[in-house]
């Protein structure tokens, strides 16, 4: 009778260990062991950290299980999210995540996503992606870096936008600058930049980690504007150079109505240059705020 008692938990144990099985998420899309279905994620009021239509919690994702079996699948950083519209951003997965699924089960995520293609429309909830191969190269290392640091944050998106869009190591700007010189130096060394250039912008010297910042004056204002019709928005702000210095709204779809974008600017952030805040609506300059360092 122990015997058999035994044995039926050695046997419970053995089941129960080989009740979930592992994959790739696009291993197991190719195995067609789940069916997946990606697009733009819709505002979530209870996420506070930073997000936008191209970066944070941005892409949603609803995955259904055709297998009999448990899975517990693997969707790794620096996978890229290809939209069906080419006009749209491919986006590219910043932070690894776990999907569990009993058998047949429909589930719902969100997939930490950056843009990389920073002149493309942002990924709306009517948008349709696919999950497509891994970075490789700068591209799959500034993710390792953005995933293992868990900066997911305007400045790690700028970072990404250096790499794929050639974007000035200045347009990488926190005030966090443990995380501003980490992203710099990484894009310095992919790029082949002096490494002095971590520590500049626009050719001037900028606060350097060891440095305490006394004094920092808030430039703040509201840009308004009104739409008949829907149209494509980016809004950024800009040096007297014309260097682009940040994304606010990176080419989203507006529908017709009326908007007000309230912005805040550090005066470490000007380098004592007057500043353009620009609205452009399809491609087109629209409204432009300037903004005039206090002497």
């Not at 089941?15 to 197991?28: D, I, K, N, P, V």
């Not at 979530?44 to 079996?69: I, K, Q, R």
């Not at 900066?151 to 926190?174: G, K, L, M, P, R």
């Not at 005066?267 to 087109?284: A, I, P, T, V």
Request: charged share 20%; hydrophobic share 35%; proline share 3%.
């Amino acid at each position: 009778m122990k015997t058999t008692i035994c044995f039926m938990l050695a046997l419970l144990i053995v089941t129960g260990s080989q009740a979930t099985t592992s994959y790739s998420l696009s291993e197991a899309i190719q195995k067609k062991l789940v069916n997946i279905k990606m697009n733009g994620a819709t505002h979530d009021t209870s996420f506070h950290g930073v997000t936008s239509s191209h970066l944070g919690p941005c892409m949603a994702m609803e995955v259904t299980s055709a297998s009999n079996e448990s899975l517990s699948l693997n969707l790794d950083y620096g996978y890229k999210l290809v939209p069906d519209d080419s006009s749209l951003q491919t986006m590219i997965v910043t932070q690894t995540m776990i999907v569990k699924l009993q058998p047949k089960q429909k589930k719902n995520y969100r997939i930490y996503a950056m843009c990389t293609e920073a002149h493309d429309g942002g990924p709306s909830p009517d948008a349709r992606f696919v999950l497509r191969t891994r970075a490789t190269g700068n591209l799959l290392g500034v993710t390792e870096l953005i995933n293992r640091k868990k900066y997911q944050t305007d400045a790690a998106q700028n970072a990404v936008w250096c790499i794929t869009n050639d974007y000035e190591i200045s347009s990488i700007f926190s005030d966090d600058t443990v995380m501003m010189y980490d992203l710099r130096t990484f894009v310095a060394k992919a790029k082949g930049l002096d490494l002095k250039k971590v520590y500049t912008a626009s050719g001037n010297p900028v606060y350097a980690p060891v440095r305490t910042i006394t004094t920092r004056t808030i430039y703040s204002g509201s840009l308004s504007y009104s739409f008949s019709k829907s149209a494509k928005v980016m809004i950024a702000l800009f040096d007297e150079d014309n260097h682009m210095k940040k994304v606010y709204v990176n080419n989203e779809v507006q529908p017709s109505g009326e908007y007000t974008y309230n912005y805040q600017i550090g005066s470490d952030e000007m380098d004592n240059k007057r500043h353009y805040l620009r609205m452009f609506r399809d491609g087109r300059l629209d409204e432009e705020i300037s903004i005039i360092p206090h002497e």
